[in-house]
């Protein structure tokens, strides 16, 4: 697998308070997209990433923000930076927090745009992303393009890790089940867990209650035309599932993709005061047109309950 560029922090970098990390990450990214997007102050706004950097000062202020530094390590990004973005004002999504990290197999700043009608091609980008990662080659079948891959280390201050998510793409409907998907995955590594990908990981991005993976095949309405032509009629786990393919869904205006799924959490039972490893990817399937995309949910990365006075305070 071709993973180069990749850019890492490592623990020591971690002392840092996380309010100066994120104050940096939007000095780096955030305040020249502002200035472009400042008429749409109080609506769903997607701000990208400049570079690798401001893409790890993310994970760690935004996504990691509940964690205490000392228990996350190696925070490691191998893709395009344009591919991650800062979300915010996504009181759609189902999350409690209306905030977070959008990572895509395009380009993030496309996310906030309207969808189209008439058209399968909203959001289909290339980007320089990761090539031929084989472990969502594994877990789905195909070839993989586009990567956008965040990994790293944590140290369980409970027995569960847990964070939230909603996955959308814009090959809904039209190549639902299709021979190729793009690929979401959650490769959890570490003690006491024993999986088929690299160091003995396994996918906890998982349909709630079952051993299914989250997919455009597997939760879906089923295949159907064209933006706004009519629902599909079908349904495959539908309950986790809602259209935007339709002028009337009430995102159309603000989100690009044709569907997403409700909020979902990933987890898995952990041993306290042992190392992991996760492992978050997300690439195109098969070819490298039809975005898809992955929004991680603010502070929403948490192991168990932190004793009192441990938590940090970030901006929110």
């Not at 993973?3 to 940096?24: C, E, R, V």
């Not at 991650?84 to 380009?107: C, D, P, R, S, W």
Request: hydrophobic content about 35%; overall charge negative.
């Amino acid at each position: 697998m071709n993973k180069d560029p990749g850019f890492t922090m490592t623990q020591t970098a971690f002392s840092m308070k996380k309010n100066y990390i994120f104050f940096l990450f939007l000095l780096s990214c955030m305040i020249p997209g502002l200035q472009q997007k400042a008429s749409a102050q109080y609506g769903f706004t997607v701000q990208p990433c400049a570079d690798s950097a401001a893409v790890v000062a993310l994970f760690d202020s935004v996504f990691l923000s509940r964690m205490p530094p000392q228990s996350i390590a190696n925070i490691t990004f191998y893709g395009d930076p344009v591919a991650v973005g800062y979300f915010k004002n996504a009181n759609f999504l189902g999350f409690v927090k209306h905030k977070g990290i959008v990572l895509t197999t395009g380009k993030s700043e496309f996310t906030d745009n309207s969808n189209q009608c008439n058209t399968e091609q909203n959001a289909s980008t290339n980007n320089s992303g990761v090539e031929g990662d084989p472990d969502l080659e594994q877990l789905a079948g195909v070839s993989s393009h586009d990567g956008c891959i965040i990994e790293f280390d944590f140290k369980p201050v409970g027995d569960t890790a847990r964070f939230n998510y909603v996955f959308a793409s814009e090959e809904y409907h039209e190549y639902v089940n299709a021979s190729f998907n793009d690929m979401l995955g959650f490769f959890l590594s570490g003690p006491e867990i024993s999986g088929p990908f690299s160091d003995s990981a396994i996918n906890i991005a998982l349909i709630p209650g079952t051993t299914i993976r989250v997919a455009i095949n597997t939760i879906n309405f089923g295949k159907g035309g064209i933006t706004c032509t009519g629902k599909p009629t079908g349904c495959k786990n539908c309950e986790w599932f809602k259209d935007n393919s339709q002028s009337s869904d009430p995102v159309f205006s603000k989100f690009v993709y044709d569907a997403l799924t409700t909020a979902l959490s990933a987890k898995q039972a952990v041993e306290h005061g042992q190392w992991y490893h996760i492992k978050i990817a997300l690439s195109d399937g098969g070819d490298a047109i039809y975005d898809s995309a992955v929004l991680l949910e603010r502070g929403s990365f948490k192991t168990g309950s932190i004793k009192k006075g441990i938590g940090i305070h970030i901006m929110d």
